[in-house]
């Protein structure tokens, strides 16, 4: 099986999906990506889905679940790139991208990365504003 590219880029790894996803691709690159983000200890994870041309509820939920992984493993999660095609099935199918930051490209979903790192860099390890 084919494996999704994941690019480091300083703190962010990038994932740029260019095949098409089935079940056991998404379940292979939620693995892969968790399991890079703890090697790296990247603090933000863009993924850009601007290539699929069909998102379904099990790709969606393991989207959601790699956003929820992510920041238990203290990395930030931007989805980007949703064609709109994609956007109307999710809603007309009541599925929503619950938890997930999302921007319209790439550069727009760097950009809500890096103010991300920059609001929790003012937060201590216990959660707490530092003074």
């Given amino acids: 099986m084919e494996r999704i590219p994941i690019l480091q880029m300083g703190e962010f790894l990038i994932v740029t999906i260019q095949v098409d996803m089935h079940d056991a ?10 399991n890079r983000i703890s090697e790296t200890q990247a603090r933000g994870v863009l993924i850009d889905l601007s290539s699929l041309e069909i998102v379904d509820s099990f790709i969606a939920r393991i989207l959601g679940n790699i956003a929820k992984m992510s920041r238990v ?6 989805v980007v790139g949703i ?5 109307i099935t999710l809603v007309e199918l009541g599925l929503s991208f619950t938890g997930i930051r999302t ?29």
């Avoid at 691709?25 to 968790?34: F, G, I, N």
């Avoid at 550069?107 to 103010?115: A, S, T, Y």
Wanted: proline content about 2%.
């Fill in 103 to 131: 921007a319209l490209n790439v550069e727009k979903g760097m950009v809500l990365l890096q103010k991300s790192l920059k609001a929790t860099a003012g937060e201590s390890a216990d959660g707490y504003a530092r003074v």
């Fill in 73 to 78: 493993l203290d990395a930030h999660t931007v």
């Fill in 83 to 87: 064609q709109p095609a994609v956007a």
């Fill in 25 to 34: 691709r998404a379940m292979s690159l939620q693995d892969d990506l968790t």
